[in-house]
Structure formats: C-alpha cells, structure tokens
C-alpha cells in the first residue's frame, strides 16, 4: 500500500509540473486561409492540449495567408521569433516548398521543429455530380487530352498539390506541363471552387476534403494511399486498386521560432509526446482524417532532413527548380 501510495503521488507530481510548465494560452498559425490542411493541424493541436494528461492549455487559431507558409516562415526566421506559446503548422508540403526557395533563402535547419501531429494522404475528388464517376474514367480522359480536365487545389506550380496533379497527368501518359491547374491559397478554397464547378478535379488531402464529403457535396475517386483506410474512407478505393500506381502521404506537425529556447522546447516535446500516447489522442487524430504519427526530437530532425532531400529529388524529376 505505502508503494502504491508513493507512485499515486509521484503520478499526480508529475502532472502539477506538466500543467505548470505550460501556458494558458498559446497561438497556432495556420498559414493560409480557414478549411485547409493547416487549418485541420491546428485544430487538432487544440484537441491534444485537451487531452489529460496535457496542460489543459487553451489554443486559439491564426490565419496568415501568403505563399502557403512562405510569408509566416520568413517572418519567424527573419525577426528571430522567440515566444514558447506560438507554433506554426507546416507539412510536407512545406519541405516541398522550402527546398525550391519559395520561404526565401532559408533552409529546414532556420526553425525549431517541434512535433509531427498525424500523416494523411492525397485525394482525388470531383463534384457529386461529375462526368468523372470512377479514377479509370478521368485518367482515360486525361489520356486523350491533358488538359481536358481542370485541376484545382492549394498553391501554385511547385506545390505538394500541384506534384499530385502532375504526377496523375504523368501516370496517364501525358506531359504534366500541359495540364490546366488553378491555384487557390489553401484547400477550403479550393474545395469551394470545386463545389462550384470552377474546376473539375481537386487533388488535395483527405482531412481537408472530409467537411465536404460528409455534406454529400463531393465525391471521392481515390485515395492515394498503400492500402484502403479505415473509417469514413473505407470505401473508397485506392488508386493501386484502380491501375495508378500513386501513393502520397502528407504528415502534418508543428514549428516553432528559431529563438525559442532550448529549455522550452523539450518541455513541449514532453508534453505533447505524452499526450500523443494516449488512445484519446489516436481518436482525435483518426476523426480528423490522419493517422496518429508522434515524432518529435532528434527523430523528427532525421525525418525533415530525410523529407527535404526525397522532395528535392521529386522537384528535380518535374523540371523544378531546386535550391
């Protein structure tokens, strides 16, 4: 009993740090426009913080359009961003960007990354009512012509949504290059356009096309993943499943300021690895549409290294220019 009562207390010692070693309150920046992929990682950094055995830390979400990430990341890097209750939202995408000088000159190694929250995968969608009902009949057109369908999803030419589009355009036998592709500051706004029949086909991630699906408003052709997924994706087949040999993971995370300090650092990298364990932090991230993916710490400083280097080849194999 004496034991048990000694590791109850050093339990709920623990717990008073962790609460106290914490803000109240902090800022998650999703830069881009409310509905998209960054939007869904702050929300779901939310959530975490939530959780027991968080802080109970209260997040409140800013959005900050420009470059997908390229205005908010050479704003931290340039003014030596130091306050420990900010964190920016980035994703793969973000490395895509990074590595062909769209944040400026600076490189992964200018902030301080602190975790990865979930990784989800690229959509195919189109408007309930498309002439596209299946993947086989959209490549099948994009066979006979390249641009006869009209791409739409978050960022420009260069962008992780972008990459997909081109990489389908590929997988039908045409040049990418000749593809028809607007652009939109963020996947809400490219879901909108789709909704509005403004384009034909939105490649984009799962988490940001689930509000939509679940209104009835879009279909799903495909989903880029190795296998079928499970929940609300479940039925939907993958592109393997229907002869397009694509696959696109997206992970998710947050960065911090490169004047953050060290010590501030690793104590929210303790928390939110703790809370990234729990099963409650599995339900919050499947619900969004990801899968839970907890690096944080020398783990996720491999992981970026090894991102950047994969998409500078990638960019480098669609004619991109790489820094």
Known sequence: MRHFQFAIGLMIGALAQLAAAAPAQVECIAPAKPGGGFDLTCQLLKQ??????????????????????????DRAVTQNWSDPAVFVAFSTGSLLNLVQGKFGPHGPQDVRWLATLGTEYGVVAVRKDSRFATLPALMQRLRENASGAVFGAGGAVGSQDWVKASLLVRAAGRDHRTMRFVSFEGGGQAIAALRGGHVDVFCGDAGEAMPALAAGEIRLLAVLAPQRQRGTLAGVPTAREQGVDLV????????????????????WTRILQRVMKTPAYEQAARASGMEPLALAGPEL???????????RELARSLHLTVR
């Open 48 to 73: 975490a913080l939530a959780l027991p055995p968080g802080p109970a830390t209260d997040v409140q979400v800013r959005y900050m359009p420009g470059g997908i990430g390229a205005v908010v990341f």
């Open 248 to 267: 696109w993971p997206t992970v998710r995370g947050i960065y911090m300021g490169p004047g953050v300090p060290a010590k501030d650092l690793d104590e």
């Open 301 to 311: 400083q491999e992981h970026v290294q090894r991102e950047a280097q994969r998409m």
